[in-house]
């Protein structure tokens, strides 16, 4: 069980497009999904937390209007980068945790993003 | 506001040998504290975590930590190492209100034969 998964898992773009990333929880409801940033041999750095049918909270200097996030069901959050540029090459990592009962995150696979 | 320190970057031990992992927290409220291992080009996957009760937690293939509040401690330990184990792996700490996670900057471990 707990199991998310992530698409596309590699995406290669030109730069100024924009590229959306899917994060779905596929055997239970997310009420809060997260959305982490990491860069080779480095930690994850949370870029966001979003909930179910409101908007997303973004952590200091993450730019939401580069990158935006939705909720809209119990089991779907994506990420769209948009405008993107080789600077935002990166791993992006989501994560789901279930009803507010629950104190564990379940991470996706993750999404290689590289921007020509 | 909570933290992470992993003491050490990169541990290298041989095949069979002891694997000790070494993770200190700050946290102003009793943390809630987790270890994630990742193996390349994966997402993170849960090895244990402790929350409250008993302060000795067993994870999955092997693992265990101990917390030890009077040391604000949380080290992972495998008694013997097999060569799946090489990864990179992560200590964090979770807030409790939206459970965000603070993570480590991250161990990486080689296993020689």
């Known amino acids: 069980g707990a199991v998310v998964s992530q698409h596309p898992s590699r995406v290669i773009c030109k730069s100024g497009t924009s590229v959306k990333i899917e994060c779905r929880s596929l055997d239970f409801q997310a009420t809060t999904m997260f959305w982490y940033r990491q860069f080779p041999k480095q930690s994850l750095m949370l870029m966001a937390t979003?909930?179910?049918?409101?908007?997303?909270?973004?952590e200091q200097g993450v730019e939401k209007d580069k990158f935006l996030i939705n909720h809209a069901s119990l089991t779907l959050s994506t990420l769209t980068v948009t405008s993107a540029h080789p600077e935002d090459s990166s791993f992006y990592i989501c994560?789901?945790?279930?009803?507010?009962?629950?104190?564990?995150?379940?991470f996706g696979p993750g999404t290689r993003l590289t921007v020509l | 506001a909570q933290s992470v320190t992993q003491l050490g970057s990169h541990v290298s031990v041989s095949e069979g040998a002891l694997v000790l992992l070494r993770c200190n927290y700050s946290?102003?409220?009793?943390?809630?504290l987790f270890w994630y291992v990742q193996y390349p080009n994966q997402g993170l996957q849960l090895l244990l975590k402790?929350?409250?009760?008993?302060?000795l937690v067993k994870g999955i293939n092997g693992f265990e930590a101990e917390f030890k509040k009077s040391e604000t401690s949380f080290h992972l330990t495998k008694p013997s190492a097999h060569m799946s184990d090489a990864a990179e792996y992560f200590c964090?700490?979770?807030?409790?209100?939206?459970?965000?996670?603070?993570f480590g900057a991250g161990t990486t471990v080689t296993v020689r034969a």
């Open positions: 402790y929350t409250t009760g008993a302060t």
């Open positions: 994560s789901a945790r279930a009803l507010p009962s629950t104190d564990t995150q379940y």
């Open positions: 964090a700490v979770s807030d409790l209100l939206v459970y965000k996670l603070s």
């Open positions: 979003s909930n179910e049918g409101s908007k997303a909270t973004y």
């Open positions: 946290s102003s409220v009793p943390p809630y």
